[in-house]
């Protein structure tokens, strides 16, 4: 079981950036896949980024494609997303989450995650 904390939300005007933090417990942090999801008021949780285990696969949604990068450092046990020219649509609580499947990148690939961290942009 690995323990997750999002860091890094906050308020941000339409074309800015914002940098997600995931620190995660666990002996076995660096054998997991790890993801970002995103949940907007009224929406279903929605898949944004996932990394393998050994960072050499990424994944991304199609709508945050070029614009969001993630990234993860075993060494520390953390997990980041960069999210660049962001858009009021990109407003939602982000929520880290790690998998012990090699690829996964759906809700229910994944076992645990964090509390989540608003992140909301003005336009």
């Known amino acids: 079981q690995v323990q997750l904390v999002e860091s890094g939300g906050g308020l941000v005007q339409a074309g800015g950036s914002l940098r997600l933090s995931c620190a995660a417990s666990?002996?076995?942090?660096?054998?997991?896949?790890m993801g970002w999801f995103r949940q907007a008021p009224g929406k279903e949780r929605e898949f944004v980024a996932a990394?393998?285990?050994?960072?050499?696969?990424?994944y991304y949604a199609d709508s945050v494609k070029g614009r969001f990068t993630i990234s993860k450092d075993n060494a520390k046990n953390m997990v980041y997303l960069q999210m660049n020219s962001l858009k009021p649509e990109d407003t939602a609580v982000y929520y880290c989450?790690?998998?012990?499947?090699?690829?996964?990148?759906?809700?229910?690939?994944?076992?645990?995650w964090g509390q989540g961290t608003q992140v909301t942009v003005s336009s």
């Open positions: 989450a790690s998998s012990p499947l090699s690829r996964a990148t759906t809700v229910a690939d994944f076992g645990s």
């Open positions: 666990g002996r076995t942090f660096s054998r997991y896949t």
């Open positions: 990394i393998s285990w050994r960072g050499d696969s990424t």
